[in-house]
């Protein structure tokens, strides 16, 4: 909880037009278009999501009986003290009995090398998000779904390595069902909060549906709060991924807080990690988490760099070692109780093997003894500055949101509301109100990042290692005038985002639809804007699938245009415990499969009239 409810103190009136960019009355009327939707009560939500809690018993796992815990909060709590470093595993393969079978693998090294892995994040198919009736309409995606009341009583029996089920729980349209599944499995830490507003499970368009079972399912955590449960949110799986300043990403971290714990009065554990590469940053966090929860802070876990990451799995371990040493010096320094995360090597190119994850795990274990070796000598200062200006400034950023919010309409007291309205504003909005950074037209967001986020850098990077390819004159003649649509398959939008910005400055006009966009939608805007290619990014295991439903739906628009697909171009089979590389079927299946982006610009207009492309 606030020491001093924050909301009640909010003195920023006179001085939020000065901070807003937007202008405040088109801001007003989007707001009060979104309310216009008709919401359920909150309170009856509420009590429904604690009715249930009363009649829930929360089952022990074998991780349970083996440290003599109660739940994961209570042993965090205990690392805390002993500043003992916890481990994380991330782990889905496409089935729960292959999943099983990875963790025993897991299990069985950890013993051969006697040490401990402490909890696994399983990655569930995105389809676990959806209504049971629904998931076999939708296509597969990476990951294992939990289809029977045998597999979620495996999950923390399997072995003594606790379940954190992270993905595609609260925050979707099967938030209790599932969070109610997981808690009578014994898992105690489920999330994930910050996906509920910048993710989709696919062929689900009903977000009152999706905020209805989010807020019963926190108010079920709540209520259960006494026994140890856990509300995970990793913020870079959320907004936090798409705003470009670290402070709004602090505020917003704020603001998170305030809807699970004072709102709903359950026990929230953020997460951050997987888009921060720099050490500082990644250090600073630790700091500036803690500071947020009032220095009572229970973090699910750090997660690794996935952002540095190439296909040269040699250079990787070694940014592996670079980011898990300042970790884990983090939390010897400033115990929070986020795990550590030994990112396999082989992530940015496809689903990690068992035998790879077990693998790194024997590394990561490696760099605490040097870590614990460094940490007498190691200065925080930079990293502590780093929290102090965040979290400053994240203060100002929470509490001009909350005014803003509540001027414009918003009751900032009803989380059906509340997480209804911020979801359909999104983050660019956000932003571009609250944020703190100093008021700058000529900037993206008409903002300057106070501190940037490393992605958003990154971004910023590749469009300049790009922009002399698109600014060659050859290149430039071909794509003036053109029109083309970009959309991305699921949450991840930085990818578009570049090549928006390319594409624009050579010429193209750009209709960009964003993430989390499913075949109908895309073929929809297709026809009905008149595009000459489209551009598609996929990254979860379901491009093939994805590929013939986009086919089949601009079959029905009796369109046939060039389709561009890049990212990780795999697809999940059943017979499978890996994704496989799908690149020849999308060729096959008339699609221009782009691994890198200098390999695929060539392919990108394949004009009807001509057949050109360009190099």
Partial sequence: MFSVPLWQKLSFKRELRTLMTMNFSHFQTQVQTILTTELPAAEAIISQGRAIAKDLHIGRTAFF?????????????????????????????SSWQATAEALQHLYQTAEDHHFVIDRAGICLDRRMGLPQEYRKQAPAETGPLLESPEDWRQIGQVVPIQAHTGDFMIGFPAATENTINALNAGVTTIGNLSQFFAHEVPMWRDQVTTTVETVRAMALMGALREQGTLIHSYLEDGFAALFHDCATVAGWAYLERYIVEQLLDAKLAHCIGGLTSNPVKRAGWVFALDAIHDHNCIGSMFYGDTISFSRDFALNRGLVAEYLLWDILAQIECPTGHAVHPLPVTEAVRVPSAEEIAEIQIFGHRIEETARRLWPYIDFSASRVFAEKVT?????????????????????????????????????????????????????????????????????????????????????????????????????????????????????????????????????????????????????????????????????????????????????????????????????????????????IRKMLAANEDKEVIE
């Fill in 392 to 600: 400053s400034a994240g203060k100002t950023v929470f509490t001009s949101a909350l005014d803003g919010l509540q001027e414009a309409g918003v009751d900032t007291q009803n989380p059906v509301q509340l997480l209804y309205v911020l979801k359909r504003l999104g983050p660019a909005i956000f932003e571009e109100m609250f944020g703190a950074g100093k008021v700058d037209e000529a900037n993206i967001r008409r903002r300057q990042p106070l501190v940037p986020t490393d992605v958003f850098e990154m971004s910023l990077a590749c469009v300049e290692q790009y922009r002399p390819l698109f600014n060659q004159p050859q290149v430039k003649q071909r794509l003036q005038g053109r029109r083309m649509l970009i959309a991305s398959t699921d949450v991840h939008e930085h990818a578009i985002l570049v090549i928006h910005q390319l594409l624009s400055e050579a010429g193209v006009e750009m209709i960009n639809l964003g993430p989390e966009k499913n075949p109908d939608e895309i073929a929809a805007e297709a026809c009905a804007r008149n595009v000459e290619a489209i551009l598609i990014s996929t990254h979860n295991g379901m491009a093939l699938e994805y590929a013939k439903r986009l086919k089949t739906e601009l079959r029905k628009h009796q369109v046939e245009l060039p389709v561009l697909m890049g990212g990780v171009l795999n697809q999940k089979f059943e017979n499978q415990a890996l994704p496989v590389d799908v690149t020849q079927s999308l060729k096959e299946l008339g699609m221009y499969p782009c691994v890198a982006l200098e390999g695929g």
């Fill in 65 to 93: 009986d083996e440290m003599g815990v109660v739940s994961e909060a209570e042993y965090k709590r205990r690392c805390i003290r002993e500043k003992k470093i916890m481990y994380h595993a991330h782990i889905g393969m």
